[in-house]
């Protein structure tokens, strides 16, 4: 089993749609959560980190579900800006040393 | 505004040929890390470092050494390079103290490397 894994995509859908990408992650141990964004032949760039208790930023939500060990990403309103691949990563290390990313989910925003 | 740089955006080196990929943190950042990335392999991690002149094997050393002789500077050395380490490289860095706890990776803009 992959330490991280994630719906295999891709996602493609409609300008104003509500798109849904979901992660799990195998090691209970994990003290860190990230959803990152990549552009094609681009880094990847922090999207927003994933608290406890859930947060959101503008049409961004995320969720963490430590017992289940399962992160999810909303995105609210697609807009076409936001075709690109999300990466779910997470840190296992005492030091932040430990990032286990996620093979990504590619998303399609259509006109 | 924080910056991971790498010293090449795109490379290209015959077989053989000894490699440096440089980056560089301005962020005073404790951990760096380098990584390749392929299409339907993801980000794997080559080796990283939590200080100078320490580092540590990631998943796909082989082939593959590192040198950080200064904390802001972590270099990827392909002792001999082969077609088969034709690929995106990614340099990162974080902190290993982080307001919230979260320790984020700050990504350097990689480098494209094709070995002929």
């Known amino acids: 089993r992959k330490e991280v894994e994630q719906d295999p995509g891709p996602f493609n859908v409609p300008e104003g749609a509500t798109v849904a990408f979901n992660c799990t992650y195998s090691?209970?141990?994990?003290?860190?959560f990230f959803w990152y964004r990549q552009d094609c032949r681009k880094e990847p760039k922090l999207l927003m980190s994933v608290y406890s208790s859930g947060n959101e930023d503008g049409r961004f939500t995320a969720q963490l579900n430590r017992a289940s060990q399962y992160i999810s990403l909303l995105i609210r309103d697609s807009k076409l800006s936001d075709s690109a691949t999300y990466l779910c990563?997470?840190?296992?290390?005492?030091?932040?040393?430990?990032?286990?990313f996620g093979p990504g989910t590619r998303l399609s925003v259509l006109p | 505004d924080v910056k991971v740089t790498q010293s090449s955006r795109y490379l290209v080196k015959r077989t053989g040929e000894k490699v440096f990929l440089e980056c560089v943190q301005d962020m005073d950042h404790e951990n760096m890390f380098w990584y390749r990335q392929d299409p339907g392999l993801g980000l794997r991690l080559i080796y990283f470092?939590?200080?100078?002149?320490?580092?540590e094997k990631g998943d796909i050393p082989e082939g593959y050494s590192v040198s950080r002789e200064k904390k802001e500077r972590f270099s990827l050395i392909l002792e001999s390079a082969s077609t088969n380490q034709t690929s995106m490289y990614l340099c990162?860095?974080?902190?290993?103290?982080?307001?919230?706890?979260?320790?984020?990776?700050?990504f350097g803009q990689g480098t494209r490397l094709t070995v002929v």
């Open positions: 470092s939590y200080d100078v002149k320490m580092k």
């Open positions: 990563v997470v840190n296992g290390g005492n030091y932040g040393q430990n990032f286990v």
């Open positions: 090691n209970s141990a994990s003290q860190s």
């Open positions: 990162a860095s974080s902190s290993i103290y982080a307001s919230g706890g979260n320790t984020e990776a700050f």
